[in-house]
């Protein structure tokens, strides 16, 4: 069992910056692909960024996200993070951490694959 937590949203300016947080419970974190999911009010949740597990650190993002936001992970700390630059309205939403027992064949964009989900944390982005 994983507890995910997240943690960092809030209200940000169009064109502002803010840094997300996911905490995970836990001995065996580095084992598990961690992922971001966004969904806004009215809309379907869609994939935002993902990292792989395992020793690796190769980094996938959303076409519409990846020259602007940044996904890391600190095993020790058992921590996935989120960098968040020159944000947008559109993408106010709630953001939601997701682990993934194993590597991702998925580039870490299937929703399904995860086993694991945070409680959401909101952002909202003013215009």
């Known amino acids: 069992q994983v507890q995910l937590v997240e943690s960092g949203g809030g209200l940000v300016q169009a064109g502002g910056s803010l840094r997300l947080s996911c905490a995970a419970s836990g001995r065996t974190f580095s084992m598990y692909t961690m992922g971001w999911f966004r969904q806004a009010p009215g809309k379907e949740r869609e994939f935002v960024a993902a990292?792989?597990?395992?020793?690796?650190?190769?980094?996938y993002y959303a076409d519409s996200v990846k020259d602007r936001f940044t996904i890391s992970r600190d095993n020790a700390k058992n921590t996935m993070y989120l960098k968040m630059n020159s944000l947008k309205p559109e993408e106010t939403a709630v953001y939601y951490c997701?682990?993934?027992?194993?590597?991702?064949?998925?580039?870490?964009?299937?929703?399904?694959?995860?086993?694991?989900w945070g409680q959401g944390t909101q952002v909202t982005v003013s215009s």
């Open positions: 997701a682990a993934k027992r194993g590597p991702t064949y998925h580039r870490g964009s299937y929703s399904p694959e995860y086993d694991y």
């Open positions: 990292i792989s597990c395992c020793g690796g650190s190769t980094s």
